[in-house]
């Protein structure tokens, strides 16, 4: 079977959360934006009627359709083995999923901080308030917990002795923060050396080495949700 996958295709946004693991398992999926087009992508939210997606990703699988990133991949760790088999550690990482949907959220919101369908530059000023805040608070208290969470088991993996989706997503996390802050990265990685070391053994990874080398990881970019504006980045 090869799954479908909604989102829009000019930026890796929340679909990467989804399209990492399916790469790093080597799973088949279709990205079907990518093929047809953003508009297709609308055409086919606006057709469907019942149980609805709020808004993309979402994917077609098994003739349902499955929305929010830790909804999803919360499926595709139990079908496919991308999470433990313990519940106490499936539980975990759905639970660090989670939080970092939280993280994801914030970060959208230091270049929103007023108005998400306004432009960045109508908010400029509230979003150089908004990423000092940021920075200064709020990122390092992401960063640890995730760092404890990166020691919290004796293997190289956030739980068990196998990569999860939730270690991909940490990845992505790390990768993110430091296309959007990289003077602020910069100054403070080495604080969270277990949390660094997971991003590079999550590179590492076959799959996702041959997919960050492929023309289907889409490059970081201004219309994302990790944006680079040199004025909201600093190293404090």
């Known amino acids: 079977m090869t799954y479908r996958l909604w989102y829009w295709p000019d930026l890796q946004g929340r679909g990467e959360f989804i399209r990492l693991p399916l790469e790093a398992a080597g799973i088949a999926y279709e990205d079907c934006a990518r093929d047809a087009g953003a508009e297709a992508l609308v055409e086919d939210m606006e057709a469907r009627t019942g149980r609805v997606p709020f808004a993309p990703p979402y994917l077609e699988a098994d003739g349902i359709i499955i929305a929010q990133v830790a909804n999803i991949l919360l499926y595709l760790g139990e079908r496919h083995g991308l999470a433990p088999s313990a519940l106490a550690d499936r539980l975990w990482i759905n639970q660090l999923q989670l939080t970092i949907a939280d993280l994801v959220a914030e970060v959208h919101n230091v270049h929103h901080p007023v108005d998400m369908m306004a432009y960045y530059d109508e908010?400029?000023?509230?979003?150089?308030?908004?990423?000092?805040?940021?920075?200064?608070?709020?990122?390092?208290k992401f960063l640890a917990h995730f760092e404890a969470?990166?020691?919290?088991?004796?293997?190289?993996?956030?739980?068990?002795?196998?990569?999860?989706?939730?270690?991909?997503?940490?990845?992505?996390?790390?990768?993110?923060?430091?296309?959007?802050?990289?003077?602020?990265?910069?100054?403070?990685?080495?604080?969270?050396p277990r949390l660094i070391a997971l991003h590079d053994r999550v590179a590492a990874l076959p799959g996702i080495a041959a997919y960050l080398a492929s023309d289907r990881r889409i490059a970081f970019n201004e219309d994302g949700i990790f944006r680079h504006y040199p004025e909201l980045d600093d190293d404090a």
Request: aromatic share 12%.
């Open 123 to 140: 908010q400029a000023s509230e979003a150089a308030r908004a990423a000092a805040q940021f920075r200064a608070e709020r990122l390092p």
């Open 149 to 192: 969470a990166a020691g919290a088991n004796t293997g190289d993996w956030l739980a068990g002795d196998r990569w999860s989706y939730a270690d991909t997503s940490l990845f992505q996390v790390v990768a993110g923060l430091r296309y959007m802050f990289p003077r602020r990265m910069a100054a403070i990685e080495q604080d969270y």
